[in-house]
């Protein structure tokens, strides 16, 4: 155990957390990208696809379990791969020059990471922390999409989501070894293309709801 835990406590160790969790959420976004576009196949389809989903009783507790832990070890590890990063370079330099790799998408996935999480929760309370009784869940997505204002908010949201995807795809790759001249123009590409599935996949969502709901 002695090797796990040391491992796990190197600044590599957590850079391999990163790309385990994030790895688990790209699948996690999918699967729930499928899901959610049944929504074009009107109120019938989705509140079928829910009830199927919500069915399935305690094994949709354990995932949300699994997500929830998933999410506390990827934030909090960022949060010390952030704090540490901040420690090792105090202070900024005179001209800041884009050397070793450095891009825009990785400067800033630390506060568009904290961006989604702030979107998460409010989107939770939106849809999963409410009263479901005498509604629909169809009819929960159609009266928050008629909201002009949080529909702007979810496409907003969800150009933040493509960026940190995109980043966080192909540096998972980049941690877990993949980071060959041979492969990773494929990998760059490959996270473009996911990153654009998940934000035109779910930005156009509430756009079409609120035309026709």
């Given amino acids: 155990m002695n090797w ?13 957390l990163m790309a385990i969790t994030g790895f688990c959420f790209l699948l996690f976004l999918f699967v729930h990208l499928a899901g959610n576009l049944t929504l074009y196949g009107g109120q019938t389809l989705f509140n079928s696809y829910a009830e199927h989903l919500h069915a399935l009783g305690p094994v949709l507790r354990i ?20 704090v540490g990063n901040l420690k090792a370079r105090p202070k900024r330099y005179a001209v800041n020059k884009r050397a070793g790799g450095r891009t825009w998408g990785s400067a800033t996935m630390p506060y568009t990471g904290l ?28 009266a928050t999409f008629n909201q002009a204002g949080y529909v702007c908010l979810y496409v ?12 966080g795809f192909w540096s998972a790759f980049q941690t877990v070894g993949a980071n060959h001249p041979k492969y990773m123009p494929f990998i760059m590409r490959a996270a473009l293309v996911f990153s654009l599935l998940i934000g035109i996949g779910f930005g156009l969502i509430p756009i079409y709801i609120s035309w026709v709901a």
């Fill in 156 to 167: 907003v949201a969800m150009v933040v989501a493509a960026l940190h995807v995109r980043h």
């Fill in 115 to 142: 961006l989604l999480l702030c979107f998460i929760v409010m989107h939770l309370l939106n849809f999963h922390f409410v009263d479901k009784s005498q509604t629909t869940i169809y009819a929960i997505v159609a």
């Fill in 4 to 16: 796990l835990t040391n491992t796990l406590g190197s600044s590599i160790g957590k850079k391999l």
């Fill in 63 to 82: 995932a949300e379990i699994g997500l929830l832990t998933l999410a506390l070890v990827h934030v909090f590890t960022g949060i010390i791969l952030f």
